[in-house]
Every structure is written in C-alpha cells, then in structure tokens.
C-alpha cells in the first residue's frame, strides 16, 4: 500500500509547527485582560495549557519582539510596545459607525424607537449616526447634532464617565440653567445603574435613555441612545430599554477592545 508521502513531508510538518506556535502565542497574549493586565508565569499557565518550557519559550520570543515585556521578582508579565502599536493602527482604520451597526440595528430592533450614536466633542457631544422608528409618531434629531454633555441622557452617560477638573462640570454647564444638584445626583444614578435617563428634557413629551461605551484605553468613547415619545413610553419600559442598551454597549466596548475603567 502506497503511504501518503504529503503526511510524511517535513516541509509540510515544518508549517504545521509553524502554526501551532503561533497559536499558542496568540493565546498567550490573549490571556491578559483589562483587569489582569500582568500576570505570573503561574496564571498564564492555567489559562493556555501549555507546557513550562515550551511557555517560557514563547514568552521569550514574544519579548524579544517587544509583545510582552516582564519585570519584578517573581517574574510578572504584561503586554508590550508592540501590542499598543498594532492597536493603534487597527483604532485608526476603524469606522465607528460601521463597527456600530449591529448593535443600533438589534436597539431598534427591540425598542422600535429612535436609535442614535453619540461621541464626546470637548464639552459637547456628536451624533455620529442615527436610526428613526418606523412608528407615525416618532422623534430624531438627525447625524450632526450636537448639543452640550450637561444636556440630555446621551450626554450624561458620556459625561458620567468622563474625568473632570475642579470646577470643570461648572463649566461644562456655564450658560444653561443645569440645576447643580439635579446634575450630580443624576451623574451619581449613571454610574452606579449603567445608564442615563431623561424626560421632557430636550424634546418636550420625550423620554430618552443611554449606555455608555468605551475604547481600548478604557476612557469612555461615547454613547448608545435610544429615544421615544411619552405617550407610547413608561418609565419602566425605559428602565427596561437601558438594561438592554448596558449590555449592547458593553458588547461595543469589547469590539472596540476596550471596557469601562474599575
């Protein structure tokens, strides 16, 4: 009987190491996580299922070409220069409102309202890209809005994130009649629930509600919006559209390789 001569090359053999080697490397760097960003020797071996040797050899070469780098006694490792130039490059070929399609799509989907994508601008905010409720009664406000972070669910859940400077909220807020206390309770309610609500604010018999999202930095990067008319609306089905909207901006944060700072 005639052996498979293909099975039996080396050249063959030789690329098929190849490539298990850089799998295991990926999933050597796919190991770290914003939370866990250095790890013992020890945790990475839990999580690949590799061999100690054969660990230490990928690790080795992933420091040699500056994909991880290690330090301190016992020996921790973490993410490398290299990682962060890759990252840049991919976040600067990224279409945001492409990368967002989906999840406005299963927003509008499952609310039928208006679904909008804020990002921050200075003290304001941007609607990047919008999607109208087919219902008769129906509100929008269209791409190129803006309007200031004080203002509304959608600026709120961006603001809520966002590190300020003494007296920089005071600010934020100059020229328009925010009542201060209103502002810091509803900020507090932002974060603690995962999403800003809002009615009769911007658009009088409107309620509004929006989830945060972040980048790869873990700095907030803008916001998931959805908004409908009272008459159609509860506060309850609002509570209920801003779990939903957490969880699609979570998912967002995770395409843009990112998540919410601890």
């Known amino acids: 009987m005639e052996q498979d001569t293909e099975e039996k090359s080396p050249a063959l053999q030789d690329k098929a190491e190849g490539v298990r080697a850089v799998e295991r490397a990926l999933d050597v760097l796919a190991a770290f996580s914003p ?3 250095e790890l013992l020797v020890s945790d990475l071996l839990k999580r690949v299922g ?3 040797p054969t660990l230490y050899r990928l690790l080795h070469t992933l420091e040699k070409k500056g994909f991880v780098a290690s330090s301190g006694e016992p020996q921790r490792f973490r993410l490398g220069p290299a990682v962060a130039r890759l990252a840049h490059v991919w976040s600067a070929s990224l279409d945001l409102t492409e990368v967002a399609r989906p999840v406005m799509l ?3 989907s499952f609310t039928n309202e208006t ?3 804020f990002v921050p601008r200075g003290d304001m905010r941007l609607c990047v890209a919008e999607m109208q ?3 008769p009664l129906s509100f929008r406000r269209g791409v190129g809005y803006s309007e200031r972070l004080v203002r509304g669910a959608s600026g709120r859940a961006i603001l809520a994130f966002t590190p300020l400077a003494p007296g920089q909220l005071e600010a934020y807020a100059a020229g328009t009649s925010t009542d201060f206390g209103w502002l810091r309770e509803q900020l507090e309610l932002t974060r603690e629930r995962g999403y800003a609500m809002g009615h009769n ?3 009088q018999g409107a ?3 929006a989830a945060p999202f972040f980048d790869s930095t873990g700095g907030v990067a803008g916001s998931l919006g959805v908004f409908g008319p009272d008459v159609r609306l509860t506060e309850a089905r609002i509570h209920e559209f801003g779990h939903y909207l957490r969880g699609l901006a979570a998912r967002l944060s995770e395409t843009l390789g990112g998540g919410r700072r601890a």
Request: cysteine-free; aromatic content about 10%; charged content about 20%.
């Open 35 to 37: 939370g866990e960003n």
């Open 106 to 108: 299963e927003a509008w």
């Open 133 to 135: 409720s087919a219902q």
């Open 207 to 209: 309620y509004a509600v």
């Open 50 to 52: 590799l061999s100690r």
């Open 115 to 117: 679904v909008a994508l």
């Open 201 to 203: 604010e911007l658009i």
